[in-house]
């Protein structure tokens, strides 16, 4: 919650999330309600859930100004408009934010090459990552639960929603992602078996 920072029922979900290992992302709702705080919500993540909290968001607006979102890893600018923001307007940073944006930018950078050798080792010679490199490492880094990427909007009026569903398939798993699931056979229930998410594996 954009006012009120983590809620308990966001802790006891992280703490069954950390049990089974789940990779995740943050969305920080609310940021329309009066009192919204981006930079508080942000603090009391890395706080409460995880150090390695990281936003690849930035909010337009705070309350009734609240407008749009970000992208801080293209560096483009969002908005929502109509009865339930259903259309979204690509539009120039705003300029009392283009600094903040910016820096901001550029620590996400840094904190995502540090998951990868050699595109470290590219940025440190003077390159650039290129967004297609940064998403596949950011995804890496997110499934490998190294990373947890941290997105804002307001549910109740649909802004922002559409980018964080976005988020959902660009960073986290799908079931190929990940190691099979351990059981035990339903027909001897003493012999442990694993099951792979391979559509083609006999039940």
């Not at 923001?85 to 901001?104: F, N, R, S």
Request: negative net charge; charged residues 30%; hydrophobic residues 35%.
């Amino acid at each position: 919650c954009a006012v009120g920072g983590v809620e308990p029922q966001s802790e006891t979900v992280w703490h069954q999330a950390d049990k089974y290992q789940v990779p995740r992302l943050c969305f920080v709702n609310k940021l329309d309600r009066m009192g919204a705080n981006f930079d508080f919500c942000l603090s009391t993540i890395k706080e409460r859930l995880s150090p390695n909290a990281l936003p690849i968001q930035l909010n337009i607006g705070t309350e009734d100004q609240f407008s749009g979102v970000i992208d801080l890893i293209r560096m483009k600018a969002f908005t929502f408009k109509g009865e339930h923001g259903e259309t979204i307007e690509e539009i120039e940073i705003p300029a009392d934010l283009k600094e903040k944006a910016e820096t901001m930018h550029r620590e996400l950078i840094e904190k995502i090459v540090e998951q990868d050798d050699a595109l470290m080792a590219k940025y440190l010679e003077g390159q650039t990552p290129t967004e297609e490199e940064l998403r596949k490492t950011l995804r890496k880094a997110v499934i490998a639960y190294k990373i947890v990427p941290v997105l804002c909007g307001t549910a109740l009026r649909n802004k922002g929603v559409q980018l964080m569903l976005d988020a959902v398939v660009d960073y986290l798993p799908s079931p190929i992602d990940l190691p099979p699931t351990k059981g035990f056979n339903p027909n001897n229930p003493e012999e442990e078996v694993l099951r792979h998410p391979d559509d083609n594996e006999p039940l």
